[in-house]
């Protein structure tokens, strides 16, 4: 017989939550129906207190390179969307008005070799 877990939310609340974040901040997947396909609970995951329920978005087609999904990180105990990890696997917290963490000048220093 499988573990029981005590949690706040289910794993349907966790894609509404995380499909409702989608759409605020305009990202891009398909969150599928099925939460076998689309969901998995960890009682630990990084920079999250508590449980943490991941939301998988289908990003295919894609035309660049790296994962073909991007992940919501939602926590249990919050019930919000603490970041997103994209399909490079870089967290990135859209809800946050400096969605980085390089000031203007750090982010100039890296890339100023580009131009």
């Known amino acids: 017989m499988g573990e029981t877990r005590v949690t706040k939310l289910t794993a349907s609340q966790a894609i509404k939550i995380a499909r409702d974040y989608q759409e605020k901040y305009n990202l891009y997947g398909l969150i599928h129906d099925n939460v076998e396909v689309s969901v998995k609970f960890y009682n630990e ?14 990003i295919t087609p894609k035309q660049y390179e790296g994962d073909n ?28 008005s400096s969605n980085r963490d390089y000031s203007d000048q750090e982010f100039e220093a890296i890339f100023e070799d580009d131009e």
């Open 45 to 58: 995951f990084y920079r999250i207190k508590g449980s943490a329920w991941l939301v998988v978005a289908d």
């Open 69 to 96: 999904e991007i992940t919501f990180v939602v926590s249990d105990e919050e019930g919000i969307v603490d970041h997103v990890l994209d399909h490079n696997g870089i967290p990135q917290r859209y809800h946050v």
